[in-house]
């Protein structure tokens, strides 16, 4: 009961980030392209109304991931998440007015991919769960890699004009963001169960994840201005799932299955990152994106969309 639980409690709180990607894209569409990492990009987006819903959107999503990380694992939890791409495309065909209003061939095959290849991975894998709180000694190294990597996809994708480079490692950054953010609201979470609203207001957990939460936003608005989504995307999918099943199985304990599983666990990520490129690359998905580079210039250039 309590994996159900997990499983549609992660798929509503997909649903709820989609329709939030869907209408943060919509606006990020308005902002002029920048050579560099914009710090006031954010301040920007703020005088966009319909930013400022997408945001909105991220409390929902936030209380139904929580949710779903008490009842279940991190590795479980996390990786139904890759559903939140088709859920885009299914709600912005659906809600946002100017979108094509089909998905071709291409689309529905990469949905299908995607559920394929997740099922298989998790089938193969069957994570278990371990402990619903990780030690102090086990979170400082695990906060040093991940903080390492994040600033050196940054720092090599700053080194890159604008471009599918720029933005797929602005995208890997953006992955191990969102699966630290993901790890610090289980452990907040277990501090909520065990000292109510005061244990979770104390609890450092409950600011990490606010600041990795924030710190990931950022990367990942910049990473839809950097470059197209068929860079971005798939690693970013890709990125968070595995990222965060290795966290679970690091700070949590949780149990995967080895030896000749690995084989169909690594098959399924094959389908989930195949599913996730043609997604990209359908028309409805880049609509919801940034523009592809060249069509918008900063702030004062003139377009170069070519006819």
């Not at 069957?126 to 040093?144: E, K, N």
Request: one cysteine or more.
């Amino acid at each position: 009961m309590a994996t159900w639980a997990a499983v549609v409690s992660a798929l509503l709180a997909a649903a709820c980030n989609a329709l939030s990607v869907v209408l943060q894209r919509r606006a990020a569409r308005t902002v002029p392209v920048s050579a560099r990492l914009r710090l006031g990009l954010i301040a920007d987006l703020l005088h966009r109304a319909v930013w400022l819903v997408g945001m909105l959107m991220v409390l929902p999503a936030a209380c139904l991931q929580a949710l779903a990380l008490s009842f279940g694992a991190l590795s479980v939890v996390q990786p139904l998440f890759v559903m939140e791409l088709p859920l885009a495309l299914l709600l912005g065909r659906m809600l946002l007015g100017g979108l094509p209003r089909r998905v071709s061939r291409r689309g529905w095959a990469g949905v299908a991919l995607l559920v394929v290849g997740l099922g298989t991975a998790l089938a193969a894998a069957a994570p278990g769960a371990g402990r619903d709180h990780a030690a102090l000694g086990s979170w400082v190294p695990a906060l040093v890699v991940c903080a390492a990597v994040m600033a050196v996809s940054v720092g090599a994708g700053l080194r890159r004009g604008a471009g599918s480079v720029r933005a797929a490692l602005f995208g890997a950054g953006t992955a191990v963001a969102y699966a630290l953010t993901a790890a610090l609201l289980k452990d907040a979470t277990h501090a909520w169960k065990q000292g109510g609203a005061g244990g979770f207001f104390t609890a450092w957990q409950s600011y990490g994840f606010v600041v990795a939460g924030m710190v990931a936003l950022f990367l990942m608005e910049n990473a839809m201005q950097s470059g197209p989504l068929t860079a971005s995307q798939p690693v970013l999918t890709l990125g968070d799932a595995l990222v965060s099943l290795s966290l679970g199985v690091t700070l949590f304990d949780e149990r995967v299955r080895a030896g000749w599983w690995l084989v169909p666990e690594a098959l399924g990520c094959g389908l989930v990152l195949w599913g996730a490129v043609l997604l990209s690359q359908v028309s409805l998905a880049r609509d919801l994106a940034v523009g592809e580079v060249g069509e918008r210039l900063p702030r004062g250039g003139r377009s170069r969309r070519r006819g």
